[in-house]
Nanobody
Framework: QVQLVESGGGLVQPGGSLRLSCVASGTIFSIGAMGWYRQAPGKQRELVATISSGASTNYADSVKGRFTISRDTAKNTVYLQMKSLKPEDTAVYYC????????????????WGQGTQVTVSS
C-alpha cells in the first residue's frame, strides 16, 4: 500500500556533496516523522537525521553541520543534503516514514525504503 523509494546515492570523493531524495507513495493520508538512517558493512543501522511533521529536526552528532534534512509535506518527500562527505559516511542510506496514516485502513504504520548506496572514496 505504501512504497518509499530513495534516489541520489552514488560514488563521491571526500569533501564532496550528494543529495538524497525519498518519495513515499500509496494510499497515504498523513505522515508523522520522516528520516534517514544508514548502515555500514558490519555495523548496526544508525540514525542520521529525522524531521517531524512540524519540521523539527534531529541529527546524529557525527553529521551535525554537514548534513541537512528537509521535507516537502505536499509531495510526501524527504531530502538529505550531504556536504563535506567523509569516507566514514560510506553506507547504505535508508529512508523511514513513521506514524503513517492511510486512507484505507485504521492505525499508524512504519515504512522503510530499500536503501541507496553512498560511497565516499578517492
Amino acid at each position: 500500500q505504501v512504497q518509499l523509494v530513495e534516489s541520489g546515492g552514488g560514488l563521491v570523493q571526500p569533501g564532496g556533496s550528494l543529495r538524497l531524495s525519498c518519495v513515499a507513495s500509496g494510499t497515504i493520508f498523513s505522515i508523522g516523522a520522516m528520516g534517514w538512517y544508514r548502515q555500514a558493512p558490519g555495523k548496526q543501522r544508525e540514525l542520521v537525521a529525522t524531521i517531524s511533521s512540524g519540521a523539527s529536526t534531529n541529527y546524529a552528532d557525527s553529521v551535525k553541520g554537514r548534513f541537512t534534512i528537509s521535507r516537502d509535506t505536499a509531495k510526501n518527500t524527504v531530502y538529505l543534503q550531504m556536504k563535506s562527505l567523509k569516507p566514514e559516511d560510506t553506507a547504505v542510506y535508508y529512508c523511514n516514514a513513521d506514524s503513517v496514516r492511510l486512507w484505507v485502513s485504521p492505525g499508524e504504520y512504519d515504512y522503510w525504503g530499500q536503501g541507496t548506496q553512498v560511497t565516499v572514496s578517492s
